[in-house]
Nanobody, 119 residues
Framework: QVQLAESGGGLVQAGGSLRLSCAAS????????MGWYRQAPGKARELVAA???????NYADSVKGRFTISRDNAKNTVYLQMNSLKPEDTAVYYC?????????????WGQGTQVTVSS
């Protein structure tokens, strides 16, 4: 089993910054792709940014140039640096990771962390 522990959410004014962290722990051989999703009230969950274990990244158009995803493979941790935050970035942010065990590759989710951007 794999646990994803998120931290770093909070309340910030528009134009401000936050950094989210997500550490994977538990029983696994390796962590593959990691990413951040978000879900605003009344909306579907959407991909914000993703990163492979080789460091290739992918971003939603709405956050390109403002958010940066990175990871520390030695710590099985992924980060999301969020700059120039806008009220429309307000959502619950979820960490996602693919973890490989001896027999399978499974998808895991964190519990979510609230990000609120005030205007």
């Amino acid at each position: 089993q794999v646990q994803l522990a998120e931290s770093g959410g909070g309340l910030v004014q528009a134009g401000g910054s936050l950094r989210l962290s997500c550490a994977a722990s538990g029983s696994f051989l390796s962590i593959n792709d990691m990413g951040w999703y978000r879900q605003a009230p009344g909306k579907a969950r959407e991909l914000v940014a993703a990163i492979t274990n080789g460091g290739s990244t992918n971003y939603a158009d709405s956050v390109k140039g403002r958010f940066t995803i990175s990871r520390d493979n030695a710590k099985n941790t992924v980060y999301l640096q969020m700059n120039s935050l806008k009220p429309e970035d307000t959502a619950v942010y979820y960490c996602n990771a693919g973890a490989r065990s001896r027999w399978s590759l499974n998808d895991y989710w964190g519990q979510g962390t609230q990000v609120t951007v005030s205007s």
